[in-house]
């Protein structure tokens, strides 16, 4: 294996998504730094930073129809049976819902929470309020997909923050998707929301770190029943 090879094999991949806002950031970093050279490095930084941000790696998926995989990097910040949003057409009972909340240095790329056709996409405009507050569920800007699974129909709602301000979501209404595919992205800071149907149970506990694509939320078809977490 050559050196450039292994070079390239360890650097992670960028979005596409993100080139424009680096390229704007490294033209903002020269231009600052003719006025004051300090801040010519301050700027390389946060260049830097936003290269981070929008990294993109490989991730592997378990291939099982039964298991829910994070759509999101981030933390589980909630687990909970709530009514989903109307506009995804899941009806008026309670759902299991879980969520990951993403902060400015988690990886924002979205994934497919498991294998299936969507059958809605609904985008509704909203407030920016605190995506760790179980408000933004109802009041944030939001885009939601209806994915028609083994296990019936899931909704994955991408939600902006308080940073966020760009929702991206470039998959379409009847798209068949992969366990782990990706489809779509958030800018700066946002949550994901999982709505699952009777049967699915809990394999993430509140506050655990989740990695999108390959941690598993939620099971169908167990015995086992909910996976019940604990801090030492």
Same mark, same amino acid.
């Given at each position: 294996?050559?050196?450039?090879?292994? *070079?390239?094999?360890?650097?992670?991949?960028?979005?596409?998504?993100? %080139?424009?806002?680096?390229?704007?950031?490294?033209?903002?970093?020269?231009?600052?730094?003719?006025?004051?050279?300090?801040?010519?490095?301050?700027?390389?930084?946060?260049?830097?930073?936003?290269?981070?941000?929008?990294?993109?790696?490989?991730?592997?998926?378990?291939?099982?129809?039964?298991? *829910?995989?994070?759509?999101?990097?981030?933390?589980?910040?909630?687990?909970?049976?709530?009514?989903?949003? $109307?506009?995804?057409?899941?009806?008026?009972?309670?759902?299991?819902?879980?969520?990951?909340?993403?902060?400015?240095?988690?990886?924002? *790329?979205?994934?497919?929470?498991? &294998?299936?056709?969507?059958? &809605?996409?609904? %985008?509704?405009?909203?407030?920016?309020?605190?995506?760790?507050?179980?408000?933004?569920?109802?009041?944030?800007?939001?885009?939601?997909? *209806?994915? $028609?699974?083994?296990?019936?129909?899931?909704?994955?709602?991408?939600?902006?923050?308080?940073?966020?301000?760009?929702?991206?979501?470039?998959?379409?209404?009847?798209? !068949?998707?992969?366990?782990? !595919?990706?489809?779509?992205?958030?800018?700066?800071?946002?949550?994901?929301?999982?709505?699952?149907?009777?049967?699915?149970?809990?394999?993430?506990?509140?506050?655990?770190?989740?990695?999108?694509?390959?941690?598993?939320?939620?099971?169908?078809?167990?015995?086992?029943?909910?996976?019940?977490?604990?801090?030492?």
């Amino acid at each position: 294996m050559s050196l450039i090879t292994s *070079v390239r094999n360890t650097l992670v991949p960028i979005n596409k998504a993100g %080139y424009p806002f680096i390229a704007g950031f490294f033209v903002v970093s020269l231009l600052l730094g003719f006025l004051w050279e300090p801040l010519l490095w301050i700027g390389f930084i946060l260049t830097a930073w936003c290269a981070y941000f929008f990294r993109d790696p490989e991730r592997v998926t378990p291939v099982d129809d039964d298991l *829910v995989i994070s759509p999101a990097d981030g933390r589980v910040s909630s687990i909970a049976h709530i009514v989903p949003p $109307e506009e995804l057409g899941l009806g008026f009972e309670p759902m299991l819902r879980i969520s990951v909340f993403m902060n400015v240095f988690n990886c924002h *790329v979205n994934r497919a929470p498991m &294998r299936g056709t969507i059958t &809605r996409i609904a %985008y509704r405009a909203g407030q920016f309020v605190n995506a760790e507050l179980d408000k933004a569920s109802s009041d944030n800007e939001r885009n939601g997909l *209806v994915i $028609e699974t083994a296990h019936g129909a899931i909704g994955t709602v991408q939600i902006a923050g308080l940073v966020a301000r760009r929702i991206i979501c470039w998959s379409s209404q009847g798209e !068949q998707l992969q366990a782990g !595919q990706r489809f779509g992205l958030i800018r700066f800071g946002s949550r994901l929301d999982v709505f699952l149907p009777a049967g699915a149970e809990p394999r993430v506990s509140l506050g655990q770190l989740a990695i999108a694509g390959e941690t598993v939320l939620a099971e169908f078809g167990s015995e086992k029943g909910p996976t019940l977490g604990r801090r030492d």
